[in-house]
């Protein structure tokens, strides 16, 4: 994505459909407008780290993390669309 310019959701949407991922892996895709947060998901059992990989794209830069492993945990919110697109802090 050159700087200056807004992510294309779309065009992120179709580049993930091109990658035919097994289908238990969750995707979710949601743009606020300049940049698009992805996530990567697999079913967690409830009690572990869920495994998910995060990525942003916007202008002059994309980012892939996986979030800590504190933050994978069951209701701390690490794996979401939302982290994607505003990182949360590391934790202490």
């Known amino acids: 994505m050159p700087e200056g310019g807004k992510a294309d959701e779309a065009a992120v949407r179709r580049a993930l459909a091109g990658l035919r991922l097994d289908p238990a892996i969750?995707?979710?895709?949601r743009s606020d407008g300049v940049q698009?947060?992805?996530l990567l998901a697999a079913r967690?059992?409830?009690f572990e780290p869920q495994d998910c990989?995060?990525?942003r794209v916007r202008p002059?830069?994309?980012d892939v993390w996986v979030p800590s492993r504190?933050?994978?945990?069951?209701?701390?919110?690490?794996?979401s669309v939302a982290?994607?697109?505003?990182?949360?802090p590391p934790p202490h």
Do not use: D, Y
Not at 70 to 79: T, V
């Open 26 to 29: 969750r995707t979710e895709v």
């Open 36 to 38: 698009v947060g992805v």
């Open 44 to 46: 967690g059992n409830g």
């Open 53 to 55: 990989v995060l990525a």
């Open 60 to 62: 002059g830069a994309t």
């Open 70 to 79: 504190i933050q994978r945990m069951p209701g701390e919110g690490g794996c």
């Open 83 to 88: 982290n994607a697109l505003t990182p949360a």
